[in-house]
């Protein structure tokens, strides 16, 4: 199998199972995800967060 015969394949699958869809989708979800945890972790724990006096 040649290099340009390898990434004709990947490229075709990568579209075929519309990939970047599905980063795109875990991106926003992630995302959803982080900020609410983040906002939490602010809430509880900010004497732990500024430990610099």
């Known amino acids: 199998m040649t290099d340009f015969t390898f990434f004709k394949q ?4 990568f579209n075929e ?3 970047t869809q599905a ?10 995800a982080i900020v609410p945890l983040i906002m939490v972790i602010f809430l509880f724990f900010p004497p732990f967060l500024f430990l610099t006096k």
């Open 10 to 13: 990947f490229w075709l699958r």
């Open 17 to 19: 199972n519309k990939l």
């Open 23 to 32: 980063a795109g989708s875990l991106t926003y979800s992630t995302m959803l």
